[in-house]
């Protein structure tokens, strides 16, 4: 009943950068947290970025290889959360997936939600 839908994602040279976006629609009462992942061939999948969506909107985590490149962000009013992604190296080559903690009505309980992925290739 949750659809999460990634988009941005594309063929990128060495030191460029894309941004993706991810906007979640269908019967949702809050979202407590939206994050991405990555998962690139032969590895498992990893958080890259993850931001609060509840009260405290500048509580936001990113995995080391990331810090200082990368800038996560969100618009409440949208259900949207992006990636701006900067400097972007061969290794950011991945399948990125958005992943969400929703309540789906008053009385449900919070579900993860993930989205189907947008292929990032960072290649000369």
């Known amino acids: 009943q949750v659809q999460l839908v990634e988009s941005g994602g594309g063929l990128v040279q060495p030191g460029g950068s894309l941004k993706l976006s991810c906007a979640a629609s269908g019967s949702i009462f809050s979202i407590n947290a939206m994050a991405w992942y990555r998962q690139a061939p032969g590895k498992e999948r990893e958080l890259v970025a993850r931001?609060?969506?509840?009260?405290?909107?500048?509580?936001?985590n990113y995995t080391d290889s990331v810090k200082g490149r990368f800038t996560i962000s969100r618009d409440n009013a949208k259900n949207t959360v992006y990636l701006q992604m900067n400097s972007l190296k061969p290794e950011d080559t991945a399948v990125y997936y958005c992943?969400?903690?929703?309540?789906?009505?008053?009385?449900?309980?919070?579900?993860?939600?993930w989205g189907q992925g947008t292929q990032v290739t960072v290649s000369s």
């Open positions: 992943n969400a903690l929703i309540q789906q009505n008053s009385v449900g309980i919070l579900r993860n939600y």
């Open positions: 931001i609060s969506s509840g009260r405290n909107i500048n509580d936001v």
